[in-house]
Protein backbone atom coordinates (compact mmCIF):
# COMPACT_ATOMS: atom_id res chain seq x y z
CA UNK A 1 0.00 0.00 0.00
CA UNK A 2 0.98 3.67 -0.94
CA UNK A 3 1.74 5.71 2.23
CA UNK A 4 0.29 9.15 2.20
CA UNK A 5 1.16 12.22 3.41
CA UNK A 6 -1.06 13.83 6.09
CA UNK A 7 -1.86 17.65 6.38
CA UNK A 8 -2.56 19.16 9.95
CA UNK A 9 -4.41 22.15 10.30
CA UNK A 10 -6.16 23.55 13.61
CA UNK A 11 -4.07 21.12 16.21
CA UNK A 12 -4.83 24.58 17.99
CA UNK A 13 -8.02 25.71 17.75
CA UNK A 14 -7.24 29.50 17.98
CA UNK A 15 -4.56 29.49 15.08
CA UNK A 16 -6.99 29.97 12.01
CA UNK A 17 -4.48 30.19 9.31
CA UNK A 18 -4.02 27.00 8.41
CA UNK A 19 -7.49 25.87 8.72
CA UNK A 20 -7.95 29.00 6.20
CA UNK A 21 -5.18 27.58 3.67
CA UNK A 22 -6.34 23.84 3.40
CA UNK A 23 -10.21 24.87 3.22
CA UNK A 24 -8.69 26.99 0.36
CA UNK A 25 -5.90 25.87 -1.97
CA UNK A 26 -6.14 22.74 -0.55
CA UNK A 27 -9.60 21.94 -0.17
CA UNK A 28 -10.23 17.93 -1.22
CA UNK A 29 -6.75 17.33 -1.50
CA UNK A 30 -8.33 13.66 0.09
CA UNK A 31 -9.02 13.22 -3.51
CA UNK A 32 -6.25 14.32 -5.71
CA UNK A 33 -2.56 14.14 -5.93
CA UNK A 34 0.44 17.05 -5.10
CA UNK A 35 3.26 16.64 -6.90
CA UNK A 36 2.50 13.19 -7.39
CA UNK A 37 2.11 12.50 -3.76
CA UNK A 38 -1.04 11.25 -2.07
CA UNK A 39 -2.09 13.80 -0.07
CA UNK A 40 -4.50 14.13 2.66
CA UNK A 41 -5.66 17.00 4.82
CA UNK A 42 -7.51 17.41 8.24
CA UNK A 43 -8.46 19.88 10.59
CA UNK A 44 -6.29 18.55 14.04
CA UNK A 45 -8.97 19.71 16.72
CA UNK A 46 -12.59 20.45 14.95
CA UNK A 47 -14.12 21.26 18.17
CA UNK A 48 -11.65 23.96 19.42
CA UNK A 49 -11.88 25.59 16.24
CA UNK A 50 -15.34 26.06 16.02
CA UNK A 51 -14.68 27.24 19.73
CA UNK A 52 -12.16 29.22 18.74
CA UNK A 53 -10.32 28.19 21.99
CA UNK A 54 -6.65 26.93 21.70
CA UNK A 55 -7.96 23.32 23.18
CA UNK A 56 -11.25 22.08 25.65
CA UNK A 57 -9.48 19.66 27.88
CA UNK A 58 -5.65 19.60 27.35
CA UNK A 59 -3.34 20.86 24.60
CA UNK A 60 -4.17 18.35 21.61
CA UNK A 61 -0.06 18.77 20.82
CA UNK A 62 1.21 17.37 24.13
CA UNK A 63 -0.89 14.77 23.82
CA UNK A 64 0.57 12.30 21.74
CA UNK A 65 2.16 10.36 24.14
CA UNK A 66 1.71 6.37 25.30
CA UNK A 67 1.18 6.90 28.82
CA UNK A 68 -2.12 9.04 27.84
CA UNK A 69 -3.18 7.17 24.86
CA UNK A 70 -2.83 3.92 26.29
CA UNK A 71 -5.02 4.90 29.40
CA UNK A 72 -8.51 3.71 29.46
CA UNK A 73 -9.70 6.32 32.31
CA UNK A 74 -8.61 9.00 30.05
CA UNK A 75 -11.60 10.67 28.45
CA UNK A 76 -10.59 14.27 27.46
CA UNK A 77 -11.77 15.34 24.24
CA UNK A 78 -8.24 15.66 23.06
CA UNK A 79 -6.97 12.27 23.96
CA UNK A 80 -9.95 10.83 22.16
CA UNK A 81 -9.48 13.22 19.09
CA UNK A 82 -5.80 11.82 19.40
CA UNK A 83 -7.08 8.30 18.99
CA UNK A 84 -9.42 9.00 16.29
CA UNK A 85 -6.44 10.36 14.04
CA UNK A 86 -4.03 7.61 14.70
CA UNK A 87 -7.02 4.93 13.88
CA UNK A 88 -7.53 7.21 10.27
CA UNK A 89 -3.99 7.90 9.82
CA UNK A 90 -1.43 6.48 12.23
CA UNK A 91 1.24 3.88 10.71
CA UNK A 92 -1.00 1.44 11.36
CA UNK A 93 -4.39 3.40 10.49
CA UNK A 94 -7.24 2.55 8.00
CA UNK A 95 -5.27 5.09 5.83
CA UNK A 96 -1.41 5.05 6.66
CA UNK A 97 0.68 8.37 6.25
CA UNK A 98 4.52 7.94 6.45
CA UNK A 99 4.74 11.83 6.71
CA UNK A 100 2.97 14.36 8.72
CA UNK A 101 3.42 18.03 8.18
CA UNK A 102 1.52 19.89 11.20
CA UNK A 103 0.92 23.63 10.37
CA UNK A 104 0.90 26.01 13.16
CA UNK A 105 0.61 30.12 13.39
CA UNK A 106 2.27 31.86 16.77
CA UNK A 107 2.16 35.18 18.49
CA UNK A 108 5.90 35.35 18.35
CA UNK A 109 7.84 36.92 15.75
CA UNK A 110 9.22 33.09 14.44
CA UNK A 111 9.04 34.20 11.09
CA UNK A 112 8.88 31.31 8.38
CA UNK A 113 10.37 28.89 10.79
CA UNK A 114 10.20 24.74 10.96
CA UNK A 115 10.41 22.80 14.36
CA UNK A 116 11.77 19.27 14.99
CA UNK A 117 11.50 17.09 17.44
CA UNK A 118 14.47 14.74 18.42
CA UNK A 119 16.92 13.82 15.72
CA UNK A 120 15.10 11.20 13.75
CA UNK A 121 17.56 11.11 10.68
CA UNK A 122 14.79 11.53 8.10
CA UNK A 123 13.31 14.57 10.08
CA UNK A 124 16.30 16.12 10.07
CA UNK A 125 16.93 15.15 6.27
CA UNK A 126 14.01 17.02 5.18
CA UNK A 127 14.32 19.81 7.56
CA UNK A 128 17.77 20.66 5.90
CA UNK A 129 16.47 20.22 2.73
CA UNK A 130 13.77 22.79 3.14
CA UNK A 131 16.73 25.22 5.00
CA UNK A 132 18.61 24.77 1.53
CA UNK A 133 15.72 25.99 -0.70
CA UNK A 134 14.32 28.18 1.68
CA UNK A 135 16.64 29.35 4.03
CA UNK A 136 14.02 29.08 7.17
CA UNK A 137 15.50 28.44 10.43
CA UNK A 138 15.03 24.65 12.17
CA UNK A 139 14.45 25.00 16.30
CA UNK A 140 15.36 21.42 17.54
CA UNK A 141 13.08 20.78 20.24
CA UNK A 142 14.69 18.10 22.44
CA UNK A 143 15.52 17.09 26.38
CA UNK A 144 12.46 18.98 27.54
CA UNK A 145 10.92 16.58 30.06
CA UNK A 146 7.85 19.50 30.94
CA UNK A 147 6.91 19.72 27.08
CA UNK A 148 6.43 15.64 25.52
CA UNK A 149 3.34 14.25 23.47
CA UNK A 150 3.92 16.19 20.28
CA UNK A 151 1.54 15.14 17.58
CA UNK A 152 4.75 14.90 14.69
CA UNK A 153 6.35 12.21 17.12
CA UNK A 154 3.85 9.60 16.53
CA UNK A 155 4.08 9.07 12.71
CA UNK A 156 7.64 7.75 10.68
CA UNK A 157 8.52 11.02 9.81
CA UNK A 158 7.06 14.72 11.08
CA UNK A 159 8.11 18.50 10.66
CA UNK A 160 6.00 21.49 12.10
CA UNK A 161 5.33 24.20 10.26
CA UNK A 162 5.49 27.52 12.29
CA UNK A 163 4.73 31.32 10.98
CA UNK A 164 4.58 34.27 12.61
CA UNK A 165 4.06 37.04 14.36
CA UNK A 166 -0.16 36.93 14.15
CA UNK A 167 -2.37 37.40 16.80
CA UNK A 168 -4.55 34.17 17.97
CA UNK A 169 -7.56 33.67 16.01
CA UNK A 170 -6.85 36.38 13.55
CA UNK A 171 -6.19 35.36 9.79
CA UNK A 172 -3.64 37.26 7.60
CA UNK A 173 -2.80 36.48 4.30
CA UNK A 174 0.62 37.35 4.49
CA UNK A 175 0.93 34.10 7.09
CA UNK A 176 -1.49 32.06 5.37
CA UNK A 177 0.90 32.84 2.17
CA UNK A 178 3.99 31.88 4.39
CA UNK A 179 2.43 28.53 5.68
CA UNK A 180 1.26 27.86 1.87
CA UNK A 181 5.32 28.53 0.70
CA UNK A 182 6.74 26.34 2.94
CA UNK A 183 4.14 23.60 2.52
CA UNK A 184 4.51 23.53 -1.47
CA UNK A 185 8.14 23.20 -0.91
CA UNK A 186 7.75 20.54 1.29
CA UNK A 187 5.57 18.43 -0.84
CA UNK A 188 8.09 19.34 -4.21
CA UNK A 189 11.00 17.98 -1.94
CA UNK A 190 9.12 14.77 -0.93
CA UNK A 191 8.10 14.45 -4.48
CA UNK A 192 11.99 14.69 -5.49
CA UNK A 193 13.14 12.23 -2.86
CA UNK A 194 11.01 9.87 -4.28
CA UNK A 195 12.31 10.21 -7.75
CA UNK A 196 15.40 9.79 -6.14
CA UNK A 197 16.10 13.86 -7.55
CA UNK A 198 16.33 15.41 -4.48
CA UNK A 199 19.68 17.93 -3.82
CA UNK A 200 20.85 16.95 -0.43
CA UNK A 201 22.57 19.80 0.91
CA UNK A 202 26.06 20.46 3.08
CA UNK A 203 24.80 21.11 6.10
CA UNK A 204 21.63 21.84 8.53
CA UNK A 205 22.30 24.46 10.95
CA UNK A 206 19.87 24.13 14.03
CA UNK A 207 18.80 26.23 17.40
CA UNK A 208 18.69 23.48 19.81
CA UNK A 209 16.73 24.18 22.49
CA UNK A 210 18.87 24.31 25.91
CA UNK A 211 15.86 25.31 28.33
CA UNK A 212 13.09 27.64 28.94
CA UNK A 213 12.42 30.74 30.98
CA UNK A 214 9.40 32.18 32.80
CA UNK A 215 8.42 36.18 33.69
CA UNK A 216 9.64 37.09 36.93
CA UNK A 217 7.88 36.33 39.55
CA UNK A 218 7.28 36.92 43.37
CA UNK A 219 7.56 33.77 46.01
CA UNK A 220 3.73 34.13 46.02
CA UNK A 221 3.78 33.56 42.01
CA UNK A 222 2.40 37.08 41.21
CA UNK A 223 4.52 37.72 37.77
CA UNK A 224 6.08 41.28 38.30
CA UNK A 225 8.03 41.72 35.19
CA UNK A 226 7.64 41.73 31.49
CA UNK A 227 9.55 40.71 28.02
CA UNK A 228 12.01 43.62 27.94
CA UNK A 229 10.93 45.89 24.59
CA UNK A 230 14.51 45.41 23.36
CA UNK A 231 14.16 41.74 23.35
CA UNK A 232 10.53 41.93 21.79
CA UNK A 233 10.24 40.48 18.40
CA UNK A 234 14.24 39.83 18.05
CA UNK A 235 13.69 35.51 18.00
CA UNK A 236 16.36 33.78 16.51
CA UNK A 237 19.02 37.27 16.89
CA UNK A 238 21.80 36.14 19.55
CA UNK A 239 22.18 37.51 23.08
CA UNK A 240 25.11 39.32 24.52
CA UNK A 241 26.28 39.89 27.71
CA UNK A 242 24.32 42.64 29.89
CA UNK A 243 21.65 42.24 27.03
CA UNK A 244 18.00 42.98 28.90
CA UNK A 245 15.58 40.08 29.13
CA UNK A 246 13.21 41.54 31.20
CA UNK A 247 11.38 44.84 32.76
CA UNK A 248 10.52 44.78 36.18
CA UNK A 249 7.81 46.39 37.39
CA UNK A 250 9.99 49.01 39.87
CA UNK A 251 11.19 50.03 36.07
CA UNK A 252 14.88 48.30 36.31
CA UNK A 253 15.58 45.74 33.75
CA UNK A 254 16.46 42.07 34.25
CA UNK A 255 19.70 41.50 31.97
CA UNK A 256 20.68 37.92 30.90
CA UNK A 257 23.75 37.08 32.37
CA UNK A 258 22.59 34.82 35.01
CA UNK A 259 20.13 32.62 32.49
CA UNK A 260 22.89 32.40 29.68
CA UNK A 261 25.54 31.73 32.64
CA UNK A 262 27.43 28.24 31.53
CA UNK A 263 25.26 27.40 28.12
CA UNK A 264 26.87 26.94 25.23
CA UNK A 265 26.64 30.10 22.49
CA UNK A 266 25.71 31.56 20.52
CA UNK A 267 22.55 31.87 22.63
CA UNK A 268 19.31 32.58 20.60
CA UNK A 269 15.72 32.99 21.84
CA UNK A 270 12.84 31.71 19.99
CA UNK A 271 9.36 31.87 20.85
CA UNK A 272 9.53 35.35 22.72
CA UNK A 273 6.56 36.42 24.28
CA UNK A 274 4.41 33.36 22.71
CA UNK A 275 0.72 33.99 23.95
CA UNK A 276 -0.19 30.71 24.49
CA UNK A 277 2.91 29.96 26.08
CA UNK A 278 2.28 31.79 29.57
CA UNK A 279 0.09 29.25 31.25
CA UNK A 280 2.98 26.76 30.75
CA UNK A 281 5.02 29.24 32.89
CA UNK A 282 7.48 29.57 29.64
CA UNK A 283 8.55 33.78 28.59
CA UNK A 284 10.61 32.71 25.84
CA UNK A 285 12.82 29.17 25.28
CA UNK A 286 16.64 29.52 25.18
CA UNK A 287 18.78 27.43 21.78
CA UNK A 288 22.47 27.13 20.95
CA UNK A 289 23.42 27.80 17.19
CA UNK A 290 24.83 25.09 15.88
CA UNK A 291 25.62 23.93 11.95
CA UNK A 292 25.70 20.18 11.63
CA UNK A 293 27.28 18.58 8.58
CA UNK A 294 24.57 16.66 6.51
CA UNK A 295 25.01 12.66 7.68
CA UNK A 296 24.86 10.61 4.70
CA UNK A 297 22.16 8.27 7.00
CA UNK A 298 20.03 11.34 7.11
CA UNK A 299 20.30 11.39 3.04
CA UNK A 300 19.18 8.02 2.87
CA UNK A 301 16.18 7.72 5.67
CA UNK A 302 14.69 9.86 3.40
CA UNK A 303 14.96 8.23 0.31
CA UNK A 304 13.97 5.14 1.70
CA UNK A 305 10.96 7.11 3.30
CA UNK A 306 9.78 8.82 0.06
CA UNK A 307 10.10 5.56 -1.94
CA UNK A 308 6.80 4.47 0.10
CA UNK A 309 4.90 7.07 -1.10
Given at each position: ???????????????????????????????R???????????????????????????????????????????????????????????????P????????????????????????????????????????????????????G?????????????????A?????????????????????????????????????????????????R?????V????????????????????????L????????????????????????????Y????????????????????????????????
Amino acid sequence: MTAIVLLVAGTHGNECNAPWLLSGAYAGAGERNHHGLQVRSVVGHPEALEAGRRYLDRDLNRTFSTTLLEDPACRDREVIRARQLLALHGPAGMEPAAVVIDLHSTTAAMGNSLVVYGRRPADLALAAVLQDRLGLPVYLHEGDPAQTGYLVERWPCGLVIEVGPVAQGVIRAQIVDQTLLALEETLVALAAARSGAVRLPRSLVVHRHLRSLDLPRAADGTVVGIVHPQLQDRDWRPLQPGDPLFLLRDGRSQVCDAAIEGLPGPICPVFINEAAYREKGIALSLTCREAWPFQPAWGQALLDLAAGL
